[in-house]
């Protein structure tokens, strides 16, 4: 069973930034595709970010150009670079990660990112 452990969020003011990671255990890293969600309170999860396992980004239209999703093979580990948060940004965010061939899935425990002054 695969291993996801998100870290880097927390309170941050408007305009700041976050960089989220997310280390992955007991699976061959190259072969998924990873992906950050958010879950904001009373709200469903939503895509935030994905990587292919070839390293090819994908973004949500409304996001893409204050964030960057990364990952680092060789670290087992994927990065979504948050700039220019704005409250609406306020969300639990959760690192998926998708077998290539499989499309089995499973998730991290969320990271919280609170943006507020």
């Not at 976050?18 to 255990?25: D, H, V």
């Not at 994905?50 to 150009?65: M, Q």
């Not at 948050?82 to 499989?102: F, G, I, Q």
Request: glycine share 10%.
């Amino acid at each position: 069973q695969a291993i996801l452990v998100e870290s880097g969020g927390g309170l941050v003011q408007p305009g700041g930034s976050l960089r989220l990671s997310c280390s992955a255990s007991r699976i061959f890293f190259s072969i998924y595709a990873m992906a950050w969600y958010r879950q904001a309170p009373g709200k469903q999860r939503e895509l935030v970010a994905a990587i292919t396992s070839g390293g090819g980004p994908n973004y949500a239209d409304s996001r893409k150009d204050r964030f960057t999703i990364s990952r680092d093979n060789a670290k087992n580990t994927v990065y979504l670079q948050m700039n220019s948060l704005k409250r609406e940004d306020t969300a639990v965010y959760y690192c998926d990660a998708e077998h290539v061939l499989t499309h089995s899935n499973c998730w991290g425990q969320g990271t919280q990112v609170t943006v507020s002054s």
